[in-house]
Nanobody
Framework: QVQLVESGGGLVQAGGSLRLSCAAS????????IGWYRQSPGLQREVVAG???????IYADFVKGRFTISRDNAKNTVYLQMNNLKAEDTGVYYC??????????????WGQGTQVTVSS
């Protein structure tokens, strides 16, 4: 079992920055991948960025060059540094965890979400 606590959302003006945090606890040794997803008003949830246990990263095209995902293994925490924010970045951001793998059972977890609002 993995528990996720998200923080760092808030209200910021366009061009500003925020840093989101996702702190994992529980069976963290089994985590393979942690990602950030967002759900904008009226849109489906979509991947923003992710990082694997090996350090490989992925980014959605609409955030490349602006967002950076990183991790602190000692704290079991993943960060999403968001720079040059745009109004269209507004949405609820969710932390996602994929854990396990053969022969261990595979599990998925979602955080509660944190609101990011960018005003223009």
């Amino acid at each position: 079992q993995v528990q996720l606590v998200e923080s760092g959302g808030g209200l910021v003006q366009a061009g500003g920055s925020l840093r989101l945090s996702c702190a994992a606890s529980g069976s963290t040794s089994s985590i393979n991948f942690i990602g950030w997803y967002r759900q904008s008003p009226g849109l489906q949830r979509e991947v923003v960025a992710g990082i694997s246990s090996g350090g490989s990263t992925i980014y959605a095209d609409f955030v490349k060059g602006r967002f950076t995902i990183s991790r602190d293994n000692a704290k079991n925490t993943v960060y999403l540094q968001m720079n040059n924010l745009k109004a269209e970045d507004t949405g609820v951001y969710y932390c996602y965890v994929h854990s396990g793998g053969y022969p261990q059972p595979v599990s998925e977890y979602w955080g509660q979400g944190t609101q990011v609002t960018v005003s223009s």
